[in-house]
């Protein structure tokens, strides 16, 4: 039993003949009787009195002339629902990201949403070293990342440039110190993000390379834990510049200049390669192309 078979039957019993049905389904009118007679072979019933020259249907006929309308009427909801995505009037944007590069989203999410206000947006908090994972295990379509994955099946783009920032209380010593040395830090006490990444091992390597001690007397497990304990006076720490933009002009941090330390830190978008991204997901896309394209740097949209 497939979808014409029930449209040439619901035909027939619309239009009460075999011939009227066959014209308005532009088909022959052996080509009409040939499918209901399929049909009925295939439910085991008759669905037309055939004595009849009305086309007055079967009890059979009767009850399946419901179901068959039911389930043309599920195919136009359907098609409608499948073009009203093509269309972006509704869907859903799955995205990955952690504490940090969630914040490069904010601005392209309030763009997208000014765009495609219908689509709903969903951000699920993961890991970096898991969005890879969650990308390739189809949990989200696109992740955010502040370094290049290894797994060749996911495909990257660079959309972001931001770099590390050495942040203090705005009574700080070095607050006023317009540039410092790595030497310089040695005697400092940093707040540190207990959360492992290739940025921290690199810091850690820069300090080695200068012989110059590393104190991380106190580790928070949020960014913004580390900016209020270092606004509240207690020591030195080193963040993403994205984190700090608001603490910067509001004049509650000062960012100081490391002239050993320039740390670039580049996010990307990435998703499977292979992929056949959702029509939210290209749009997405689109929209950080564009984003990038009229803002400039630090936003970029680069492949690789």
């Not at 970096?128 to 990257?156: C, N, T, Y």
Request: glycine share 4%.
């Amino acid at each position: 039993m497939d979808l014409f078979q029930l449209e040439t039957f619901l035909a027939v019993a619309e239009e009460r003949s075999f011939s009227r049905a066959a014209a308005r389904l532009h088909r022959t009118q052996p080509a009409v009787s040939q499918a209901v007679a399929k049909l009925e072979t295939e439910l085991g019933e008759t669905l037309f009195e055939r004595a009849s020259r009305d086309g007055s249907l079967t009890d059979a006929g009767e009850v399946l002339r419901e179901y068959a309308q039911k389930l043309l009427n599920l195919r136009t909801e359907a098609a409608g629902a499948l073009t009203e995505l093509r269309a972006l009037h509704r869907g859903r944007l799955n995205l990955a990201a952690n504490e940090y590069t969630c914040l490069y989203l904010l601005p392209l999410l309030d763009e997208y949403r000014r765009q495609k206000p219908n689509i709903k947006v969903a951000v699920q908090r993961a890991l970096a070293s898991r969005i890879p994972d969650e990308v390739l295990l189809h949990s989200v379509e696109i992740g955010v990342l502040s370094f290049k994955p290894d797994d060749p099946q996911v495909q990257s783009v660079v959309v972001y440039r931001d770099s590390l920032a050495l942040i203090v209380n705005p009574k700080h010593p070095l607050a006023r110190a317009g540039e410092v040395s790595i030497r310089q830090l040695g005697a400092q006490n940093f707040v540190a993000h207990n959360i492992p990444s290739p940025q921290r091992q690199k810091v850690i390597q820069a300090f080695r390379r200068h012989k110059t001690p590393l104190n991380m007397s106190v580790e928070l497990p949020s960014l913004d834990a580390i900016k209020r304990f270092v606004q509240m006076g207690n020591g030195v720490a080193l963040v993403p510049g994205l984190t700090v933009e608001q603490e910067l002009a509001s004049g509650t941090l000062v960012r100081v200049p490391i002239k050993e330390l320039q740390i670039e830190r580049k996010l990307r978008l990435v998703y499977r390669r292979q992929a056949n991204l959702s029509h939210a997901a290209v749009a997405f896309l689109k929209v950080v192309e564009a984003y990038s394209a009229s803002h400039g740097d630090p936003y970029r949209f680069q492949p690789g």
